[in-house]
């Protein structure tokens, strides 16, 4: 059995539902082991307050023994600049004898993995740090077509956002040149059940924070990507090495 450590928003009640549920459709067994943050809103002051805690959260997953340790929160990241993940991920590594992923990395890798350049995403985020997100992913080679931001700022509420309104607010993007849909951008929007929907309605790859947080959790286990149900990225997509972005 593989123990799956995770560090999250003491807020964040999705992500321990999402990543879990994906995993058991897996052949390997996990576990799941959890140390939470605070933060309640959203903003950038209570990002950085939060990341400020996270030497403790390792030290306590280190204790458990984790195999692999995800740091759950994509925009805590995604807000303090370009290049982030790969930062806190080499920090961590040097904390835990573990495989250290990011929900930040793993939407970057499992993007790559599908070959995809030009994207679109759904975000419940405030406008501004929406932005920030899109700025990110830019920064990190890709073209962001559309977005959209729900403007919730209170995390809790995040986690109760309706499968409907993430799906309108994707019908509301100009698709047209995207190569995927980032259907959540957020390990806390719930967003799971949408996304194999979503690929059928919307006829191109769709993942969220969630699919390739799973996703970049098996390849960095040895595991094999797939699983059923998840999209394109979680059908055997990711099997080969993520192409590098160029220009």
């Known amino acids: 059995m593989k123990r799956i450590g995770l560090v999250v928003p003491s807020s964040n009640v999705t992500v321990e539902t999402e990543i879990p549920a994906l995993l058991a459709r897996h052949p390997e067994a996990f576990s ?5 943050m ?11 307050a ?16 984790v195999d692999a340790l995800l740091y759950a929160c994509l925009v805590a990241l995604m807000a303090q600049g370009p290049g982030e993940h790969q930062r806190v991920e080499k920090a961590v590594r040097e904390q ?12 970057v890798e499992g993007l790559q993995a599908l070959g995809a350049r030009r994207i679109a995403l759904v975000t419940p985020y405030l406008r501004p740090l929406a932005e920030q997100v899109v700025a990110y992913l830019e920064a990190e ?15 809790a509420e995040v986690g109760c956002i309706p499968g409907d309104r993430v ?3 994707a019908r509301g993007l100009d698709l047209s040149t995207a190569d995927a849909l980032v259907i959540s951008a957020c390990v806390q929007m719930p967003s799971l059940d949408l996304v194999a929907p979503a690929e059928e309605e919307f006829g191109l790859p769709v993942l969220s924070a ?13 595991l094999d990507p797939v699983l059923p149900g998840a ?4 059908a055997g997509a990711g099997r080969a090495a993520p192409p590098t972005i160029g220009a």
Request: overall charge negative; glycine content about 12%; charged content about 25%.
């Open 96 to 107: 835990v004898d573990a495989v250290v992923l990011s929900s930040a990395g793993a939407l």
């Open 210 to 222: 969630a699919t390739a947080g799973a996703h970049a959790l098996l390849r960095g286990l040895g």
């Open 32 to 36: 799941f082991h959890s140390s939470r």
């Open 231 to 234: 999209g394109r990225l979680l």
């Open 167 to 169: 799906l309108g607010a």
């Open 50 to 65: 939060m990341n400020a805690q996270r030497e403790r959260c390792v030290d306590e997953l280190a204790d458990a023994g």
């Open 141 to 155: 080679g890709f073209t962001v077509v559309d977005w959209a931001a729900l403007e919730v700022g209170d995390n």
């Open 38 to 48: 605070r933060m309640h809103r959203v903003s950038p002051e209570e990002l950085r």
